[in-house]
C-alpha cells in the first residue's frame, strides 16, 4: 500500500446520537505513519498532561467540516492499546485561527488565554485500538468559522488506576513544531515542551443520518474483496474499476442491518472505488463514503524478460495488485509499498530508482526477519535465469544504520527452505546499487523471488532506517539471435548474451543506435561501423534501439 508500505489513507466516521441528532466524525488532521506514547492524545499511563496543536486551514480544508459547523466532539486513533481502561477528566479548549504554525505559547495559562473551553468531563480512556471519540459535554459551544483551529486539552487523573502499558496514538510530523506539550505522573505540567507529533484528529457534527465508521478493507482474493464498518445500518453500496465516481453507472447492492459487504465478480490485480451511505429510514441517507480495495495477481508469469518497477497503473492501488506481497506467515516486520512523494512529510518517501514507485523494509531495535516476494515466475528446468535489482539504504538521519538482507528463490512464497542467492551483511550505501543474480532450476514450475530484511538488533538507532529495492528484471538465457529479428528490416545483433562487443547486422544503412535499461533510462554507449561497445555496462538485460534508412527496431539483449 501507499504507504504501505505504500500505505493509503482510509478516512474514518462514526454514527452517535446527539441531542437527538447524529454525531458525524470527521477526520481533520490525518497521521502519516507516525506514533507517540507521549500524551499526544489522551495517555492511561499517566496521571497529568496538557497539550497544545494546530490543525492548519490546508488540513482542514481535506475534512467534511465547513465554516459555520458547531463541532461537538473530539476524536482520536491509537495503534497500539493500553492494558486496561482508564478514567480521567478531559477538559478540551479551541480556537480558531489564521496561523499556519503553531504560535502558542510553552507557558500553559498564556496558550490557552481567548481560547473557548468546549468540553469539561469525565471520560473513559478504553483498552482498544482504533478510533476512540469524546463527545463534548460541560463546556461552551464552539463554532468552526474556516481557517486554522487551535486544539488543547487537559487530562487528570489524581488517584485513579492508571494503566502499566500505556496506549499509542497515531501521529502527524508533517508540520515543524506543531504541537506543544508535557506529561507528569505527580502534578499538572506548566511548562510545554516543542514536539512535531500531533495526533490524529477527528471532529463531530451533528447531522439527521451520520455516515458509516471504522469502514475498512478486510479481505481481498483474485475476484472478490470484503468490508466492514460499524455500527450496524441498512446501506446502500455502489463500485466501479478505479478511477470510479459515485453515479457513473457501476455496480450496486444493499445491506440490511448489517457490517459487512464482500464484493464479488472482480477482476485480478485491480483496485476498484466502493461508496457506501447509510439508510437511516424516512427518506433520510447520509453522505457517500468511499474506500478503494483491490484483488490480488498470482497468474505466473511466462514471458520474459519479466520487469517490475513497481510502478501501478490508473486501475491499481495496492502492491498486491502487482502480484506482490509480503510473506503470509512468519514475518517479523514488514515491507512497504513507497511513493517518491516529497510533499507528504515523510522523508522515506523520496527516494526511488525509476520513476516514483518502490518498496522498502524498516529496521528496528529489535531483530528483523521479514520477506516480501513477487508473483510466481514460470521457469523451465536446467534454463538460466538472470534476476537484476537496484538496492540502497536510507535514514531520517544524516548516517545510517547498517542494514542485512538477503535475496532468495522458492517454489512457494515463503522463506523457509528458498534458496538463497546473494547475502549482504551491515550494507550502509546511500545510493542505489545494482546486483545481477543467476538461478537455474533442476524442475520445471513456478519460483517466487524474494528479499528478507534480516538486520539484527540495532538498539542504538533513534531515527527510521531502511532497505530498499528498486527496478526487479528477470530474463532467461534461451533468448538468443532468432528472438530478436526485427519485421522487415531484418535486423540482428550478435553474439547475445555478450560481455564486450555487440555486432548490428541489417540490410539497410544503420542512422542511429542508443541503449536503454529495462526502466527506460538512456546509457551511453560507444558505436563503431556497426558495432557497440559494451564493456562498461553493468551485467543485466538491456534494449538496443536501431535505426536505419527503412526504419528501426527496439532488441533486448543480455550483457554478461
Known sequence: MKRTLFS?????????????????????????????????????????????????????????????????GIGFLYSSAQNVATTGTLK???????????????????????????????????????????????????????????????????????????NIALCNTSLVGGLKGAQSLTVLPTTLTVSNFRPATYFAKSVPCAAINNLSMTAYTENSASITWSPAVNAQIEWGLKPYAQGGGGSSATVTNGTTYTVTGLAPGKAYDVYIRADCGGGLLSE????????????????????????????QNYIFNLGW?????????????????????????????????????????TAQNAWIFSRPLAMTAGVTYSIQYYYRTFSTAATTAPVNFSVGINSTNSGTGATILASHTNYNNLTYATETLQYTPTTTGNYYIGFNNNTPARTAITTANYIFIDTVTVTSSQLGVNDLVSFENAIAIYPNPTSDMLNIKSKDKVTAVSISDMSGKRIEARVINNTVDVRGLQSGTYIINVVTEAGNSSQKFIKK
Open 92 to 166: 478540551v479548549y479551541l480556537q480558531n485561527s489564521t496561523d499556519a504554525t503553531n504560535t502558542k505559547s510553552t507557558d500553559w495559562t498564556t496558550a490557552i488565554t481567548g481560547m473557548t473551553l468546549a468540553s469539561n468531563s469525565t471520560i473513559t480512556i478504553p483498552a482498544t485500538t482504533g478510533q476512540v471519540n469524546f463527545p463534548f459535554m460541560g463546556g461552551s459551544p464552539f463554532t468552526y468559522t474556516g481557517g486554522a483551529v487551535y486544539v488543547a486539552f487537559e487530562y487528570e487523573n489524581a488517584t485513579g488506576t492508571l494503566a502499566t502499558t500505556g
Open 325 to 365: 506481497g509480503n510473506q503470509p506467515t512468519g514475518n517479523v516486520g514488514t515491507w512497504g509499498w513507497f511513493s517518491d512523494d516529497a510533499t507528504d512529510g515523510n522523508t522515506a518517501n523520496d527516494y526511488a530508482h525509476s520513476p516514483t514507485y518502490f518498496i522498502g523494509s524498516q529496521i528496528a531495535t
Open 288 to 315: 457517500w463514503r468511499k474506500i478503494t480495495v483491490g484483488t490480488t495477481n498470482s497468474a505466473p508469469v511466462s514471458t520474459y524478460p519479466y520487469a517490475m518497477n513497481f510502478e501501478p497503473a490508473a486501475d
Open 8 to 72: 493509503l489513507l482510509l478516512v474514518f466516521f462514526t454514527a452517535t446520537i446527539f441531542y437527538g441528532q447524529a454525531l458525524q466524525w470527521e477526520l481533520s488532521l490525518p497521521d502519516n505513519g507516525s506514533t507517540s506514547a507521549n500524551s499526544r492524545a489522551p495517555q492511561g499511563a499517566t496521571r497529568y498532561a496538557r497539550t497544545v496543536y494546530i490543525i492548519t486551514a490546508a488540513e482542514m480544508a481535506g475534512s467534511g467540516l465547513t465554516s459555520g459547523n458547531a463541532l461537538a
